[in-house]
């Protein structure tokens, strides 16, 4: 896992500003030690275990173990941090302490470790150069594990709604490199690169939501890396559909008829109606009204707005009207309506007599006028139809005369026998 590349004579610029500072630390060290003889670089993966050898430090140098313990020799940091130890029974260079990459350069490249390697008697000093490499141990994460949207069904295509970035602490292909969402049937993602390198992650509306068909999306959003293998995070978006008023009331029936009894007496149900809205609150909040013009039938008739029963208030007569046509309207709080007709038939009852007016009569007749003389013309009525308007005429049978039925009610009193006198 570890390379080294050897560097005779003086040092190689590295590139940093550490390494600049430490530079001219060294260069004023080599002043009181006359030279510096080289410089070794190594490359290693980051959270090597401990105790991991980074290099053959003593044959890399040319170095034999004897002169490592004669010389005292030790890796010198000037202050920092030993990540790195030597072992100088081995002649190796291995890993003392974690280095986590990410904690050390965060997103600075490359990233390594400078340090000296010191020896005594002569004093020699080499340079140490470590490079870190990025190994893929941080997952793509959202600070959120969940957003929620409230969206109208009105909203139009290609609106936008901004979504959570995800952090991957790792570089380059081991960083961030992409997202998806799904399901993907109403919005789809839309990515933006920004200045600073990273992605504005947006989702679109691409298809119309609709409430009365479904009130609420879970959809998941998705943050992948690039590395071997690939990790990934995930966030939830929950999205609530809001209602708008986009459905009209709808009357069950475009007509209803019923039938009442004449002389029914006020507060009669008469029928109930009843329409329905997709909508809801107060989008789908109902109210009846009897929309008729005629006044008679505003007099006669109300509606419940709330529950569509109709009540009759007023008195009803068959002999007047025989079938009233009730025009019923239904409306939603936001306006929109439905219109239906209600057909109220009226059954007769028998609530009239049968009324006899004389048309003409004699005054007097002759005992020996013939059989069939017209005595008196009668006119009999009844309001009522049909069978209880029907009228049967009878007359006592002790006496001579009898009834005839004529045409239209008119009937006629007549002699039935000659009259005897004594
Ligand atoms: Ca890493
Ligand atoms: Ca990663
Ligand atoms: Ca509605
Ligand atoms: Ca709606």
Redesign the pocket.
Known sequence: MTNASFFSGEGTEIGSCRTMRRQVLLFLSALCLKYVLGQVSYSIPEEMAKGSVVGNIAHDLGLDLKRLKSGNARVYTGGGVEYIGLNKERGVLLVEQRIDREALCGETTPCALHFQLILENPMELFRVTVEITDINDNTPTFTNSEKRFEIS?SAVIGSKFVLEKAVDSDIGMNGLQQYSLAPSDHFVLKLESQPDGTKKVEMVLQKPLD??KKDYLSLLLTAMDGGEPQMSGTMQIFVTVL?????APTFAKPLYRAKLQENSPKGTSVTTVSASD???GS?GKLSYLISTSKRVLSELFNINPKTGEIILVGEIDYEKANSYQIDIEVVDSGGLSDSAKVIVDLIDVNDNSPQINIVSKSESISENSPTNTVIAMLSINDPDSENNGNVVCDINDSIPFKIQTTVNGFYTLVMEFLLRTN
């Open positions: 069904e409430r009365e209602d708008v008023n986009d459905n997709k909508d809801i989008n």
